[in-house]
């Protein structure tokens, strides 16, 4: 005989607490437990570790999985949670499921390679270094996704039903608002996922939600206004100058989102003649792939057909990079070039060869365009680190760095206060996530001197019983 359900609803937050990674949110509704992200830990090692622990619930007994966006730090656990016994369907909107089926096997492969490297090399501290999944396990881990149409609520079971808003942060990315039936009362809970911002030239504002008992919010940027539409500007000088240099341009850059953001602002330029046309080399299959589901979905985002009729992201001299053979081959090639690879952090894939060959002239440079968490290698570059650790091996930095947060994709403080404003009642607790420290607090107090709300911090796996 089942037990009877105990009525409650719970929520317990299994990572993104007090950091910007590993997003996973445990609801508990009459003992149902509904996963709400299912992201990796990354960047400081003592984070990736902890993909390696037992999560707080054994994966079989977990119903559902619903994802805002198909980001790692969102999605990337996925594979995990199958491996660990996991049998049950997911939930994504339908451009975050297709972006996925790009992501999640080359995460795979990326840690088969970082373990086969680590081992080839004696640097890893577990021997032999293995890989937390395979690409086939990534891909096979996708077999029991479904896809849900944004803004028509889905009903997951007989007590959860789940509308995705668009989120404006990456394509396919959703609000999640969470309608539980218990005892005969409905609530609201929200999860932001990853915020977007308003007045972009490339994405949409994020959807506007009136009502939730309960909110999740991200706060990568609590602290931060960021500086509009000045993105173009800092690009056009870093070309121009890295260029009289002969350089190198390397742009590290998350494969998803940034990537074309990156290509659009260049493509502009080039056609508004601020810069040379000169070879720019997007080195990674995963940015070439997400770039085609951008363009599959033009309604989603404001690269629709009339703005890339007129200004393609791809110039003729842009050369997308598929194959190995072909990325080594740029070692050789002297400037002036832009190279364009991933991870935007720094912590894996194509860009760190990059950038142990580029990283120890002075006429190249290195322009980090994204968040940078805390322990990365992107984060040292901008903090001034004299020398980095690439593959085991000390590497001077002698190009120039330079890091801006103008093109990103998360709201800043004034975004998310914005959208704030479209609660028509204050949330009974609003929880702030996805966050640094400082981020997380400085959020915290501006939403309770702007809106007197009642607002909250949790910590890794600390549990609140919602009501
Ligand atoms: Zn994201």
Request: one cysteine or more; charged letters at 20%; glycine letters at 8%.
């Amino acid at each position: 005989m089942p037990n009877k359900p105990s009525g409650l609803v719970k929520l317990q937050f299994l990572g993104a607490a007090g950091t910007v990674t590993g997003s996973k949110f445990l609801l508990t509704a009459n003992d149902r437990n509904y996963l709400i992200d299912c992201g990796l830990f990354q960047g400081a090692d003592r984070l990736e570790q902890q993909n390696w622990q037992p999560l707080s619930i054994a994966a079989n007994r977990i119903s559902a999985v619903i994802l805002t966006h198909a980001h790692l730090d969102h999605s990337g656990y996925l594979p995990r949670l199958v491996k660990l016994g996991y049998k049950g369907p997911v939930y994504a909107s339908e451009a975050t499921g297709e972006l996925m089926k790009i992501i999640l096997p080359d995460s795979g492969y990326l840690q088969e390679e970082g373990a086969n490297y680590a081992n080839k090399h004696g640097y890893s501290r577990h021997k032999p270094a293995l890989p937390l999944y395979t690409s086939d396990e990534a891909y096979n881990s996708m077999k029991n996704l479904y896809s849900i149409q944004m803004n028509s609520p889905y009903s997951v079971d007989n007590q959860v039903s789940v509308t995705m808003r668009p989120a404006g942060h990456i394509l396919g990315s959703a609000i999640l608002d969470i309608s539980v039936t218990n005892n005969h009362a409905r609530h609201r809970y929200v999860f932001s996922g990853d915020l977007g911002r308003y007045g972009m030239e490339i994405t949409k504002e994020p959807s506007l939600v009136s009502e939730a008992d309960y909110l999740a919010l991200e706060s990568t940027y609590g602290a931060r206004e960021h500086v509009s539409n000045s993105f173009e500007l800092r690009l056009e000088s870093v070309v121009n100058e890295t260029h009289k240099k002969g350089g190198v341009l390397i742009i590290p850059s998350s494969a998803v989102g940034r990537t074309q953001s990156v290509l659009f602002y260049l493509r502009k330029l080039e056609s508004d003649k601020k810069i040379p046309i000169m070879p720019v080399y997007v080195d990674s299959p995963m940015a070439v792939d997400a770039t085609e589901v951008y363009l599959k979905y033009k309604d989603e985002h404001n690269l629709n057909t009339q703005v890339l009729e007129k200004r393609p992201l791809i110039s003729s001299q842009t050369r997308l990079i598929r194959k190995v053979e072909e990325s080594k081959e740029l070692n050789e090639k002297p400037g002036p070039m832009i190279i364009i690879s991933s991870s935007g952090m720094l912590e894996g894939g194509r860009v760190m060869h990059h950038l142990k060959n580029r990283i120890g002239d002075p006429n190249n440079t290195v322009l980090l365009v994204g968040f940078q968490p805390t322990g990365t290698r992107g984060r040292m570059l901008m903090a001034g680190a004299k020398e980095i650790t690439i593959h085991g091996e000390k590497v001077p930095v002698i190009a120039k760095v330079v890091w801006t947060d103008e093109l990103s994709a998360h709201a800043d403080f004034n975004d998310s206060l914005r959208w704030l404003s479209g609660f028509n009642r204050p949330p009974k607790t609003t929880f702030l996530v996805h966050g640094e420290p400082d981020s997380l607090s400085s959020l915290r107090e501006k939403i309770e001197n702007k809106y007197h709300w009642t607002v909250k911090i949790p910590e890794y796996l600390e549990s609140f019983t919602l009501d």
